[in-house]
């Protein structure tokens, strides 16, 4: 998926924490840390189909684990199936980023507030990337760079030997310690399972939606809204023409609907 349209600075720099920063998180202690050692060795004794019902994600109306390509089936053990929930957690979380990015981009170009203020970014958020100018990839490239850093020594052993690319046993996916507003403080372990199933099926909804936008901007070079409400405003006028014919009434037609039949 995409990085949300960089001309946003206050955007940009969220997703750059998303890469670092869950909306599901816990503060590290160390009872917790002792206790996630014991599920992973636990885990050893699974097989990773077996492992992955474990984790959360699995829900309606998929009542066990959905993997039509069949990919558990290639995992060697438990560490495949958490560098790959990993992995997820953090494609989810840019393109929820990305997908809301792509929206007030194009509707907020203009907004002094934003980096925009010359005006020479706007059109499609496919081509604002390419618009951006000099003196904002930089900083981006440092921030994104100091984020991946912390969360590579938070997150992956050191690659060694036969533990090479592989996460910390005592690490939990997606758990970075970030939770400022303190909203998980007081939920029991079952209300943070189901956040965090939800968090990862809205992941994974931004990632088929990011994915539409990018491919339906570059098939009509239009603005996302600008092709819905397009695309309302025709069927609104197809709709009329149907009763103005039942009503055997002349049928009127806008030129922009008559070159769209054509």
Do not use: C
Not at 49 to 64: H, N, R, S, V
Not at 192 to 219: D, H, P, S, W, Y
């Amino acid at each position: 998926p995409l990085p949300p349209p960089p001309l946003f600075p206050s955007l940009t720099m969220a997703f750059v924490a998303s890469i670092t920063t869950p909306f599901v998180a816990r503060k590290a202690t160390v009872g917790a840390s002792r206790s996630r050692v014991v599920a992973v060795n636990a885990a050893a004794n699974q097989t990773p189909l077996e492992y992955a019902k474990t984790l959360p994600g699995i829900t309606a109306p998929f009542p066990d684990v959905f993997d039509p390509a069949g990919f558990l089936n290639t995992a060697k053990d438990e560490r495949d199936v958490r560098r790959w929930r990993e992995a997820e957690l953090t494609h989810g979380r840019v393109s929820m980023l990305a997908a809301l990015g792509f929206v007030i981009g194009e509707q907020l170009e203009d907004f002094p507030l934003f980096y925009n203020f010359d005006g020479r970014i706007s059109g499609p958020a496919i081509n604002q990337f390419q618009q951006v100018g000099a003196g904002f990839w930089e900083p981006l490239v440092l921030a994104i760079g100091i984020a991946e850093a912390y969360r590579v020594a938070l997150a992956w052993e050191t690659p060694k030997g036969q533990g090479f690319n592989n996460l910390k046993e005592d690490y939990v996916m997606g758990e970075l310690g970030f939770d400022p507003f303190n909203y998980l403080d007081g939920k029991s372990e079952e209300e943070i399972f189901e956040l965090k199933t939800k968090e990862l099926n809205n992941g994974r909804l931004a990632m088929i939606a990011i994915a539409g936008f990018v491919t339906q901007e570059f098939v009509n070079n239009t603005e996302i809204f600008v092709h819905l409400f397009r695309d309302i405003e025709l069927e609104v006028i197809e709709e009329l023409d149907d009763v103005e014919k039942a009503l055997n009434l002349p049928v009127t037609r806008s030129e922009e609907h008559t070159s769209e039949l054509q």
